[in-house]
């Protein structure tokens, strides 16, 4: 039982990381486009 939860644990954190990540990205996306129109 305790590496289904470890799997369990480890595939919710790659999920919740690369929610991050993608916000990270596009947070980056917008800063360049308004430096960009000034």
Known sequence: ???EKFYRDAKLLQIY???N???LLHTWDN???R???L
């Open 31 to 33: 800063m360049i486009e």
């Open 21 to 23: 990540q993608i916000n």
């Open 17 to 19: 990381e690369g929610t």
């Open 1 to 3: 039982m305790g590496l």
């Open 35 to 37: 430096s960009a129109s």
